[in-house]
């Protein structure tokens, strides 16, 4: 089922009522073994059907009953309950489809609604800046009250009563056909799909326990970078600087870059702390710990020489330089052994893989590989690298994968950004205050800022923030923003546009889309393309870029980078993937030596050429690879989309109206929606054309 728009997550995706989006829809031809007698008992039905509504109905009769027979159990009753449920349940003309049709829409608009709501209210210890969690708050966060409602329709037969009435639809009928379908035929079909698989309560439940699990190992993954010591034993960062692996230390090489004094150093720092945590040589004692000093090179761990953190308590915790015993492997082995058991209920997408592109994406596999590769191989790289190395003025380090001087905001210092943030937002209250005039300066009419604003709630977020939408009309979309005491700094902010853009998207594919069961987007990708054209626009919200030729061919050079870097690490992602699945009994420490060397055949075959360095494995620090079930292949999907997005909104001349019609689009595949929207299907044509002129706009 895929009704449930409204959780769409980023940044911390939590896949709590993920579950939906696991079960998207069964092809035709289930290999669950209907009952022996539901053949002789259809062939029946038919007959009485065709005989009471007419010769018109009879292909209707048919497919409901095939479909009705793959997912009845003995304990759904025998064939005379079969049969009249048939009777009873046969919507055998239009006025009656209708009335149906329109009251399953709404009432799952209400469910799904109501069960967001009660999972966001259960979740918001576990998210927001709200004080310790104490044990009883996980389980909260880890309940999913959403859990048995698969069961519970086909227990009633609610799901029954869809399967006998609309259509369930395989990826290539919505590829070819789709294009031809009405927006009420999309609709019913999103509808069935909802119960195109039979996945057990208890299956569900472990899923989102394991999430639940992976995704607080993740948020409480801290680096305390005062006590991060170099080569030399000195301290290289601010007293407090608290970063959160992956997001911040990332975003920290990529402020770096405007620190010319100590800049390099900082970032040789974090690259040596990533390569400890990817390879989990990293001392379990500096993990969120300020008690402690650490040096990622010798690996040495000392008790802290200096203060700098309430939270320190010296000898609370061991000071050992013992590593880290392979727990970041042991959160994605148990998310794959729990997703792995959605397997035999999904015999048309048995694995995850199959299940996040045929069905999630709605784009299979090989084209997206293909996409990824046609980047990664694209001549235009050496020549970017080149380029960058002329710009730094030294040979391309591999943390340069982050290399973020392109943009216009190179030009201030992270320093000087935060202070012009912090001024202007204090508090989470100050942001949302302003929403609507940010909303104007991204070309929203005052009408359409205010009525965005009213429908986002603005929350401070535990992790870096997040993005939770509503799932129903009438309900608002949730911005979960981190603000420090000192107020918001640069790198919050930049989240927080990012998350609005979801927020905005949220708002107008739900509230209005024509029919509440195509809320949402095509799939994720979609809404992260979207959030980062907003983003790519935090500057101008700040008053600081004039956005002239030049500096759009460096932020087309941006974006290019950035999906170079992001296509690697989702290749990475896609390969730990097949391999769990080709060794199922594997032990964390097995899988993060497979991850290792996955990390690094890739680099080697496709940086190490540019960056003169083999056996690099940045490319696995991605918190997503451990708590987001292969979710990082949407971001640099999400580039390629964001891009022809961004060239359509030029080509219009405003974000805001075309922001709207898009977005309108709702839920239907992700060629039809980009048609739509730009006239092209999805690819990286848009993006490669772009760069090269780019590239010949900045030489000129
Ligand atoms: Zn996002």
């Avoid at 993060?592 to 890739?602: E, L, N, Q, S």
């Amino acid at each position: 089922m895929r009704a449930l728009p409204g959780v769409l997550l980023c940044v911390v995706l939590i896949p709590i009522l993920s579950y939906p989006r696991e079960e998207k829809m069964l092809l035709q031809t289930s290999e669950q073994t209907a009952l022996p007698w539901t053949k002789s008992s259809s062939e029946k039905m038919v007959k009485v059907i065709v005989a009471k509504y007419g010769e018109g109905q009879r292909a209707r009769a048919e497919r409901g009953l095939r479909q009705i027979s793959e997912f009845w159990k003995t304990e759904d009753g025998d064939a005379a309950a079969f049969e009249a449920f048939a009777a009873a349940n046969f919507a055998g003309d239009q006025a009656t489809l209708d009335t149906m049709f329109e009251r399953f829409q709404a009432l799952i608009e209400q469910m799904n609604g109501h069960m967001h709501e009660i999972n966001r209210e259960f979740r918001q210890q576990a998210d927001l800046e709200a004080g310790p969690i104490l044990p009883f708050d996980e389980v909260f966060a880890g309940y999913d009250p959403a859990a048995h409602i698969i069961d519970d329709f086909f227990d009633n037969k609610l799901a029954f009563v869809v399967l006998l009435n609309f259509p369930l639809t395989n990826l290539q009928e919505r590829l070819t056909d789709g294009p031809k379908w009405t927006r009420r035929q999309w609709a019913e079909v999103r509808l069935a799909e909802m119960f195109s698989k039979r996945v057990p309560a208890s299956v569900n439940l472990e899923v989102a326990r394991a999430s639940s699990e992976a995704d607080g190992y993740i948020s409480q993954y801290n680096i305390w970078m005062y006590h991060v010591l170099d080569e030399n034993g000195q301290r290289l960062f601010a007293p407090k600087l608290r970063l959160l692996s992956h997001w911040n230390l990332r975003d920290e090489i990529k402020a770096d870059y405007a620190d010319r004094a100590h800049g390099l150093a900082k970032q040789q720092a974090i690259q040596q702390v990533m390569e400890r945590i990817v390879t989990q040589t990293i001392p379990q004692a500096v993990v969120n710990n300020p008690a402690v000093d650490w040096s990622p090179w010798s690996n040495e761990v000392k008790p802290a020489a200096e203060k700098d953190s309430d939270t320190a308590v010296p000898g609370e915790r061991p000071i050992t330089n013992a590593a880290e015993p392979a727990t970041r492997y042991a959160m994605l082995s148990l998310t794959y052994k729990a997703v792995k058991r959605v397997d035999p209920y999904s015999p048309t997408a048995p694995t995850l893989i199959a299940r996040r592109f045929d069905e999630d994406r709605e784009i299979p596999e090989q084209r997206v590989r293909a996409m990824l590769e046609e980047v990664l191989t694209s001549p235009l790289v050496p020549q970017i690298a080149k380029l960058i190395e002329a710009r730094l003025g030294r040979p391309l380090e591999p943390f340069d994968i982050w290399y973020d001087g392109f943009r216009a905001r190179g030009t201030y210092t992270e320093a000087q950004l935060d202070a012009i943030v912090a001024k202007r937002y204090p508090t989470a209250e100050a942001y949302r205050k302003d929403i609507p005039n940010i909303l104007i300066k991204l070309g929203f009419t005052p009408e359409k800022a205010q009525y965005l604003a009213a429908h986002i709630a603005v929350d401070p977020a535990r992790g870096s923030g997040h993005a939770m939408g509503a799932a129903m009309r009438g309900e608002k979309a949730h911005l979960r923003t981190r603000v420090e005491p000192t107020g918001m700094n640069y790198k919050g902010f930049n989240i927080a546009v990012h998350e609005m853009g979801h927020n905005i998207e949220q708002t107008f594919s739900l509230n209005e889309v024509d029919y509440t069961l195509l809320a949402g987007v095509p799939n994720t990708a979609f809404t992260e393309a979207l959030a980062m054209v907003l983003q790519g626009h935090d500057l101008e919200v700040l008053g600081l870029a004039a956005p002239d030729a030049k500096s759009e061919a460096l932020k087309t050079l941006n974006d290019f980078w950035a999906t170079y870097e992001i296509s690697g690490v989702a290749l990475v992602d896609m390969d730990v993937w097949h391999w769990m699945y080709n060794h199922p009994d594997h032990t964390p420490q097995q899988l993060r030596d497979a991850t290792v060397g996955i990390a690094k055949d890739i680099w080697n075959k496709y940086y190490a050429p540019v960056f003169g360095k083999k056996d690099v494995v940045v490319l696995a620090v991605y918190s997503h690879m451990i708590d987001s079930i292969l979710y990082l292949p949407d971001y640099p999907i999400g580039h390629l989309i964001g891009f022809q997005i961004e060239e359509q909104m030029k080509k219009a001349g405003a974000i805001g109206p075309e922001f709207e019609r898009m977005t309108k689009m709702g839920d239907v595949t992700p060629d039809l929606w980009m048609i739509n929207a730009t006239g092209k299907p999805v690819g990286a044509e848009a993006l490669l054309e772009a760069t090269k002129q780019a590239l010949a706009e900045v030489q000129r």
